[in-house]
């Protein structure tokens, strides 16, 4: 480090520091950037404080388990299962919606395909639809509407195409996630123009139900929109956004609505957009399907809450349940998720749940059979 | 100056050739998997918001901060990422708690204001990365069926000092670090399509 | 080998376009598969538009290039500085701009010495993908010792860079310790590939221990905190404790743990040009030995194996400062 020469006895020590200010600088200032390292002196090193205003009292949603429905005045309870694990007919890939037929066969759209059931549970036939198919619905006579980005398209009782026309416009096709017939009307649900679209049989456009609103159109955060129609041609339709059941004329004047954002009390709708499907029974009452807590109730048409059907039975992950009543009020809930159909028949109000059997007529003995194979 | 034996000579000259060879196979092995660049993101669809992303990085305001897909949020007024859905509701229903520990969610209205019923309205939400430590509570909250999904945690490269190994992909429960070509897009489609459902 | 540099250039010549195109492919691809849900957003009506997600783009391909240009010309640089112009100075100020480019800049990764875990990886799971920059930056240096000798470790690596900053009074180590801990390396090597190629699974009776890959050599770098001012207490304990010792014992990471320096070390026994102290004569003073700090020096020769080609003899030979007096004398015109 010395040059040659040079005597040592002379170099002082301040000599010596003279000479190493450089290693002595470098180590300061390699202590100090330890040291602020560890202690994250950097002024990107540290979030911006500041909490959010937290709960003075958080709750959680009452009745999210599986507490008994004894306190309502309908009870429903399991009659028959369509498609659990190990089926014949199982779903494999998806499960997409569900209707009753004639008869009350049980007709569910799923991995592009409709496949009836009777009203037990037996499978009778299947054919293929489209790709990309959202929706479906049977009209009294057992022709298929099937619903798709864009278009309509209708399939005869045995399953043959037989037609179609195109829905919305060629720049913003209707993404149809619902579709109803009313005598001679076809009714869709268009979840990108948030509106209901009548047709008449040939495709025409006969007006919109839904945008006499405060704001513009239904509300749908979750990209969906359900409704059902019943024999008056009062059209039911969910307004998730908004957590409302809204009634509606066919003209589209606005009748009345009910419902409210709730976590606890049960009659009210949970989450950010609920309820996500909807379907009316024969006698008028109003079915509803929610997610995040995957549950389906049963309304009067005035709002008031006449039995839940609890998350127990449904998978927590279910963003739709799918809807469909048949003639006996049954309703038939489609699980897209574990991809099975459920149905649900009214027991008694005492609480008593009837036998897993079919309700609607005493099954013979090779009926029975193919419900086992189920 | 030492005069080497030409024995030593032979010895160094050959070892380096050895040397030379031996360097030129093995870059040659490894030059036929020669990627493009790869960086590291967060997979989406792997990733459960585990918080791990905000203590493992290396950097202690952790690189990872949520982002919001606006293509796929609902613009809900009732957000489940920012209100915590369990807490006590005010007297409009709106409920009083919020999800978010820093407050780094934001949101306004968009569109056409109803100013009477605030549930009329669209709310925009956006993330405040000043704010933001990539603890995923938010991105939790939005997974479906609760919300739409379209909040989701991502390593923002403007932070990342891009280690040769992740940090975070060592400490990551779910394999949910991926390596992805540049410019470091997160995967968008699901690779489960009845996961969707 | 011709990198492949088409996306690099493409941003050049259209980065708004291109983005815009992966941006817009994402959303179809995603509008698309996510069928029920992911159509078109409502439309707010009004003056809303949709905010563009930022997504700021990692660095771009050419500071990758960058980075391999500057550790060519550092090397090339470096043995100039140490073989032919024997400068002690030069070298400190060439690892000083290493320590601010590799270190502080590019927040010394990737480096050579992690390097052997991305090389590791890719020669033991053919799965895996390597890039240009990491071959360049792992064989470059190689190359440089089979040529030159240890000159990465001199003026080029970061973190030798640093601790020959801080070597402020350098004591002798024994030899006898020295050459014992002239082991370590090997061991960390060995360690370092193990757990990069295959991770650890041992089992000892019923004793069982299942170690997942891990890049050991990232993990424990000790002056990686330091470059990012940021870092978990260990690694920066561990870092500061050997610039401690570095202090006074000089550059003990690089002597006696660098896994690199122990590959280095190895080849650089064969290396074509190496360290030759004394320009010409030989003085048998024993200045140079007395001034290395590194024991490098044994029986008056720079041993090839362990000299990090710090020039610091050059300065403490009499020989070279005769010559270089000589030589301005006939400049001078007088």
């Given at each position: 480090m010395e040059p040659p020469g040079k005597n040592a006895d002379t170099y002082t020590v301040r000599d010596r520091f003279r000479k190493s200010w450089l290693p002595i600088a470098a180590a300061v200032g390699a202590f100090a950037g330890f040291v602020s390292a560890a202690f994250q002196l950097r002024p990107d090193a540290k979030p911006v404080s500041g909490g959010a205003p937290r709960a003075a009292e958080p709750f959680a949603p009452q009745q999210s388990s599986g507490q008994p429905t004894l306190d309502y005045e309908l009870q429903y309870s399991k009659s028959v299962v369509i498609g659990p694990p190990g089926s014949a007919h199982q779903f494999q890939r998806s499960l997409l919606g569900v209707a009753v037929g004639p008869k009350d066969e049980i007709y569910v759209l799923g991995e592009d395909e409709i496949k009836v059931f009777d009203s037990g549970g037996g499978f009778l036939r299947s054919w293929k639809v489209l790709q990309g198919a959202y929706c479906f619905t049977v009209t009294a006579d057992g022709r298929v509407y099937v619903g798709a980005l864009g278009k309509i398209e209708i399939y005869n009782r045995v399953g043959i195409w037989s037609g179609g026309f195109p829905a919305g416009e060629a720049d913003k096709p209707a993404a149809i996630t619902a579709l109803k017939i009313f005598r001679n009307e076809v009714l869709a649900a268009d979840a990108d123009a948030r509106y209901i679209r009548r047709f008449d049989q040939n495709g025409r456009q006969l007006g919109v139900i839904g945008i006499r609103n405060n704001t513009g159109n239904f509300m749908l955060p979750n990209r969906w929109l359900d409704f059902d129609i019943d024999s008056n041609g009062l059209v039911t339709a969910t307004d998730t956004g908004r957590h409302l059941v809204t009634a509606w004329a066919l003209d589209g004047s606005p009748v009345s609505s009910f419902g409210k954002f709730g976590?606890?009390?049960?009659a009210h709708f949970v989450g950010c957009c609920n309820p996500v499907n909807l379907a009316l029974t024969p006698d008028g009452k109003v079915v509803t399907a929610e997610k995040m807590v995957a549950r389906v109730k049963v309304y009067e048409p005035?709002?008031?809450?006449?039995a839940v059907i609890g998350p127990e039975n449904f998978d927590p992950a279910c963003t739709h349940i799918y809807l469909a009543v048949d003639s006996t009020g049954r309703i038939l809930a489609a699980d897209p998720v574990r991809r099975t159909i459920t149905g649900f028949s009214q027991a008694n109000k005492v609480g008593r749940s009837q036998p897993l059997?079919?309700?609607?007529s005493p099954m013979d003995s090779q009926k029975r059979e193919e419900f086992n194979i189920l | 100056m030492s005069e080497k034996s030409t024995r030593r000579k032979f010895i160094d000259r050959s070892a380096r050739i050895a040397g030379f060879v031996g360097i030129g196979a093995t870059a040659g092995v490894l030059a036929r998997r020669v990627s493009g660049d790869h960086v590291y993101q967060v997979d989406p669809f792997k990733c459960t918001a585990c918080d791990k992303c905000r203590t493992s990085?290396?950097?202690?305001?952790?690189?990872v901060k949520a982002v919001n897909d606006f293509e796929k949020c609902g613009y809900c007024m009732l957000c489940p990422a920012y209100f915590d859905v369990t807490s006590f509701p005010d007297e409009k229903g709106i409920p009083s708690g919020k999800v978010c520990p820093q407050d780094a969610l934001k949101r306004r209205v968009v569109g056409k204001e109803d100013p009477d019923d605030p549930n009329n309205n669209y709310y925009e939400y956006v993330i405040d990365e000043e704010r933001c430590d990539g603890c995923g509570k938010c991105v939790k909250a939005c997974k479906p069926p609760a919300g739409n999904g379209s909040l989701r945690l991502e390593i923002r490269y403007a932070r990342c000092?891009?280690?040769?190994?992740c940090a975070i992909k060592v400490a990551c429960p779910d394999q949910a670090i991926i390596r992805v070509k540049t410019p470091g897009m997160a995967p968008t489609e699901s690779p489960d399509e009845t996961k969707v459902l | 080998m011709r990198r492949r540099f088409s996306r690099g250039q493409l941003r050049f010549i259209a980065p708004g376009r291109v983005r815009f195109l992966l941006v817009a492919l994402a959303v179809f691809a995603a509008s698309v598969l996510y069928a029920?849900?992911?159509?078109?957003?409502?439309?707010?009506?009004?003056s809303y538009s949709f905010p563009t997600p930022t997504h700021p783009e990692p660095d771009s391909a050419w500071i990758h290039s960058l980075d391999i240009l500057m550790l060519v010309a550092g090397l090339g640089l470096a043995a100039w500085l140490v073989l032919k112009r024997r400068s002690r100075n030069g070298v400190m100020m060439l690892s000083i701009g290493a320590l601010a480019y590799f270190g502080f800049y590019r927040k010394g990764c990737i480096c050579p010495i992690g390097a052997i875990q991305n090389v590791t990886l890719c020669l033991a799971d053919s799965s895996y993908l390597i890039s240009i920059g990491v071959i360049a930056f792992f064989f470059l240096p190689l190359v440089a010792a089979l040529l030159f000798g240890r000159v990465f470790c001199s003026g080029v690596c970061p973190l030798g860079a640093l601790q020959d900053m801080v070597l402020l009074w350098p004591k002798k180590v024994p030899q006898k310790l020295d050459r014992a801990l002239r082991w370590l390396p090997y061991v960390y090597l060995a360690l370092a590939v193990m757990f990069a190629g295959w991770g650890l699974h041992m089992k000892l009776g019923s004793w069982e221990i299942r170690a997942a890959r891990r890049f050991l050599i990232c993990e424990w770098d000790p002056f990686i905190g330091l470059f990012r001012l940021s870092g978990p207490f260990y690694m920066l304990a561990i870092g500061a404790g050997l610039i401690l010792l570095g202090m006074f014992f000089g550059r003990p990471y690089c002597r006696w743990l660098c896994p690199y320096g122990g590959i280095l070390s190895l080849l650089s026994r064969f290396s074509w040009k190496n360290v030759q102290i004394t320009p010409d004569k030989e003085l048998d003073c024993g200045l140079c030995a007395e001034a290395c700090p590194y024991g490098a020096i044994r029986e008056l020769r720079a041993d090839r194996a362990t000299c990090l080609s710090c020039a610091r003899c050059y300065d403490s030979c009499p020989r070279h400062h005769e010559l270089r007096k000589e030589a301005l004398v006939q400049v001078k015109p007088s």
């Open positions: 976590m606890t009390d049960p005035g709002g008031r809450l006449m059997t079919s309700e609607a | 990085c290396v950097l202690s305001f952790s690189a000092v891009e280690c040769n190994e | 029920q849900y992911q159509r078109t957003p409502p439309d707010f009506g009004e």
